[in-house]
């Protein structure tokens, strides 16, 4: 018998979402996914071909690397508009400050060198690492990935230094939220035993959705106790540790190393 065997988990992801389902169906469980974002790329916005544009014609001192997705993101981008050779040079003289592995192969992938890698894989210790180089009179790149990060960015220009924010992608919701809402219902219902996330704008949505909808309530006397949360990392969690919700995370932000804690506390085997 398979460890998840009658075990039935809510998934909110879209990005991976059909190998995150296949780990854990293969492992017993009955997947009710639910997505609660959308992500959009943005090869055709404006602005992001302003900000491209902009790096290239006036270089930068310092960027500052989110997501690997959003930095492959950006480089297809150019791709697409004929300046990804003029922006990789542009990139190669400056020192390059990346948030975990995922982010430094995006760099590496591109015949780039980071100086470094945040250890936590975290964005506050990435930006505070880059405000530690001293920033004042500097030019500062900030690969931004489905929404603003004021909180890291604000603190940037209070230091003196020009930052140009570069935005791949952005967060919507999807065009059907029937399967989120079902979702939500199945977690009031006592149908769902697990939800797994993978992402704090996702994990964020599902509690707006529900406070929307006027079922915030229910559903935060469910989670945590009656169904189990696992987050993939801290900063996914962090919507649910701000509600009060007791949440589980793996040792290593990983979508593996999710599903085997998944496994390891809702197994039956």
């Not at 995922?102 to 990435?126: D, F, H, I, Q």
């Not at 701000?242 to 039956?268: M, T, Y």
């Amino acid at each position: 018998m398979a460890e998840l065997d009658g075990v039935t988990i809510g998934i909110t992801a879209e990005r991976r979402s059909g190998e995150f389902i296949d780990a854990l169906e293969r492992r017993g469980a009955t997947v009710w996914h639910g997505p609660t974002l959308h992500i959009v790329p943005l090869a055709d916005d404006d602005r992001l071909r302003a900000a491209t544009d902009e790096v290239i014609d006036r270089g930068v001192d310092l960027v500052a690397i989110t997501t690997g997705a959003g930095f492959r993101g950006w480089a297809a981008a150019a791709d697409d508009w004929g300046v990804s050779e003029a922006l990789l040079e542009t990139l190669a003289e400056a020192r390059l400050f990346v948030r975990g592995p995922k982010a430094t192969g995006a760099v590496r992938g591109r015949g780039l060198a980071e100086e470094w890698s945040s250890p936590e894989e975290s964005n506050r210790e990435l930006f505070s690492h880059v405000l530690d180089q001293g920033v004042e009179g500097k030019r500062v790149a900030v690969q931004l990935h489905g929404q603003a990060l004021p909180e890291f960015t604000d603190p940037l220009r209070a230091a003196g230094a020009s930052v140009v924010e570069v935005q791949p992608y952005r967060w919507q919701w999807p065009s059907d939220l029937g399967p989120a809402r079902r979702l939500v219902d199945g977690v009031i219902d006592g149908e769902v035993d697990a939800l797994a996330f993978t992402s704090a704008p996702a994990t964020a949505n599902l509690l707006r959705l529900a406070r929307d909808d006027g079922r915030a309530e229910p559903l935060l006397q469910k989670l945590g106790d009656d169904v189990l949360c696992a987050c993939v990392g801290p900063v996914t969690a962090a919507p649910l540790v701000e509600a009060g919700v007791r949440v589980v995370q793996p040792e290593r932000q990983r979508l593996g190393a999710l599903v085997k804690l998944l496994a390891a506390e809702l197994g039956r085997g």
